[in-house]
């Protein structure tokens, strides 16, 4: 079985670390309380939103951030373990939204997380925020993911597709794919 992979916020702890830096550059950098606002909203661009950032505010934080984050991010409980465990018979197929930068760090970022967490996978795309042609291409069976419009899309397909539980998709509603709690949830699922 083919199983596509989302990393941020689905392997990883990514909005966690996100507020981590962004109280850091509130308080140090644009000198403000840190507050997060509270918001319902569906935009990939959410962290401008939650931190009550402008354009320009938001433009820096990635700046001065963005290669932090991606390499000091941490996997989400269990996650290593039972990726590892399905990749025993399944292939892994790591499919990100994760934008890279013209030097191409942030690929060699995720390479190397990966290997430090020593997760086992078969392929790794980068920088694909629609992902439906990678996954017909290598003949995805399920597909995990946290944003909605990927998982509605995958869905749409004919993949079997699940919704991992995140911050950016606690109020929408699933269509033809399920929401899962955790990565032990998930692998149940898969696993009968």
């Not at 899309?153 to 794919?177: C, F, H, P, V």
Request: aromatic share 12%; proline share 2%; charged share 35%.
């Amino acid at each position: 079985m083919n199983i596509g992979i989302d990393i941020d916020d689905t392997i990883t702890k990514t909005s966690e670390e996100i507020d981590l830096y962004a109280k850091e550059y509130t308080e140090n950098v644009l000198k403000r309380k840190f507050e997060l606002q509270n918001i319902e909203i569906f935009d990939p661009m959410w962290p401008k939103h939650l931190y009550n950032w402008t354009d320009e505010e938001d433009e820096k934080f990635w700046d001065l951030y963005y290669e932090k984050i991606m390499e000091n991010v941490k996997p989400k409980e269990d996650a290593v373990e039972i990726i590892n465990n399905l990749s025993v018979k399944n292939n892994i197929i790591i499919i990100t939204a994760r934008w890279d930068i013209e030097s191409g760090i942030i690929a060699k970022i995720t390479e190397e997380w990966l290997k430090r967490n020593k997760i086992n996978y078969a392929k790794l795309f980068i920088g694909h925020t629609d992902k439906r042609k990678i996954s017909e291409e290598c003949k995805i069976d399920v597909f995990i993911d946290d944003s909605y419009k990927t998982c509605e899309q995958i869905a749409g397909l004919g993949i079997k597709t699940y919704m991992m539980d995140s911050r950016i998709n606690k109020n929408l509603k699933e269509k033809n794919w399920k929401r899962v709690y955790s990565w032990k949830e998930f692998e149940k699922e898969i696993c009968f």
